[in-house]
């Protein structure tokens, strides 16, 4: 069966600093891949998607990156965080572009102080 | 362009009694509507989604959903609530199935008091 990994769980991390999060894919081949950010008291805004290695689609500029060196492997990045970084981070994968239900993962909740 | 509007950010209700979330959408076209919940520091779990069959939606844990139209709705409901409901959740729409068009509502916390 298909399953969706991600970590850490739980993130601090000073203003300034780098950031890499990675989520990966099991059980499937050529998933659609997902960033998704949930701020506090919003619902989830998309970061980026991806449809295959080396594709990546900015939904909003902002001050993340995102890459994706192998097929079932997203991996969400900064250089330089800054406080608005702080939130929810949800990783998706769907089946082509047709959205019939993403499976989300578990999630990273990020603090920047 | 697409919308969607959770009536309530906080809906509580007591243990064995019904619950009501309420979701109105605005779309284009025929969307496709989702509710998700997410229990805390979880990921989404799909409860339900509507894509133009039966107007009347089941999906996991009890709960059920209604397609309105004419009201642009698709309101979450279950009969009983059971403590384990307690969490956020979401309601979904999608234009046209895009995986890209999607629009998420800002949430319902659901507190079941015993």
């Known amino acids: 069966s298909q399953t969706i990994h991600q970590w850490p769980a739980t993130l601090v991390q000073p203003v300034g600093s780098p950031l890499s999060l990675e989520c990966t894919v099991e059980g499937t081949s050529n998933p659609n891949l997902y960033w998704y950010r949930q701020a506090a008291g919003r619902g989830l805004q998309l970061l980026f998607y991806s449809v295959g290695i080396g594709q990546i689609s900015s939904e909003v500029p902002q001050n993340l990156s995102a890459s994706r060196p192998q097929d079932r492997q997203f991996i969400l990045s900064s250089k330089k965080l800054l406080l608005s970084d702080s939130g929810f981070y949800l990783c998706a994968w769907s089946v082509g572009g047709m959205w019939t239900g993403y499976t989300f993962g578990s999630g990273t909740r990020l603090t920047v102080v | ?114």
């Open chain 2, 1 to 114: 362009a697409q919308s969607v509007t959770q009536l309530d950010s906080h809906v509580s209700v007591s243990e064995g009694t019904p619950v009501l979330l309420r979701c109105n959408y605005s779309s284009s076209y025929s969307p496709s509507l989702f509710w998700y919940v997410q229990h805390p520091n979880k990921g989404l779990q799909l409860l339900l989604k509507y894509t133009s069959a039966a107007t009347l939606v089941k999906g996991i844990n009890g709960f059920e959903a209604e397609f309105k139209k004419s009201e642009t709705s698709f309101h979450l409901t279950k009969p009983s609530a059971h403590m384990s409901d307690a969490a956020e959740y979401f309601c979904v729409v999608s234009d046209d199935g895009s995986a890209r068009q999607l629009t998420f509502g800002s949430g319902t916390q659901l507190t079941v008091l015993p």
